[in-house]
């Protein structure tokens, strides 16, 4: 059965923040991707055809974590092969680890504007 063609195509994820060209520089070095755009009101990283942009928002606040009030609304997750040796390396870019924590086999960190997001070992992908 052929699929239908589909009336749109997902160009790039733009994440809120207090301050984009942060955001772009700490995931471009996190992801190994290029940031492509950067000042003080937008950034965007690229690798492959695949965008992330980051906007600001005057007033932004991190949603926190634990995030038990709904706020939080997205995170990313990555994977990959050593978790200490990823938040290592994560931290040393700017990355903080909140105390509580989902479990052995996932790892929250929250990115230098406090977005949450999740390491996991590429093998449980």
């Not at 790039?12 to 207090?18: F, R, S």
């Not at 984009?20 to 003080?40: I, K, M, N, Q, R």
């Not at 092969?81 to 924590?101: F, N, R, Y």
Request: hydrophobic share 40%; net charge negative; charged share 20%.
């Amino acid at each position: 059965m052929t699929q239908p063609t589909p009336p749109a195509v997902l160009a790039m994820t733009t994440i809120d923040c207090a301050d984009p060209a942060a955001e772009a520089a700490f995931w471009a070095a996190a992801l190994g991707w290029e940031v492509t755009y950067s000042d003080e009101n937008y950034g965007m990283v690229v690798k492959d055809g695949q965008r992330l942009g980051f906007g600001r928002v005057e007033g932004w606040k991190a949603p926190g974590w634990p995030n038990t009030s709904g706020t939080k609304q997205f995170h990313l997750d990555l994977a990959v092969d050593d978790l200490a040796a990823a938040e290592e390396a994560l931290t040393a870019l700017g990355a903080t680890k909140p105390a509580e924590q989902p479990s052995t086999d996932w790892t929250v960190l929250q990115d230098p504007d406090g977005h949450p997001f999740c390491l996991t070992k590429a093998a449980n992908w």
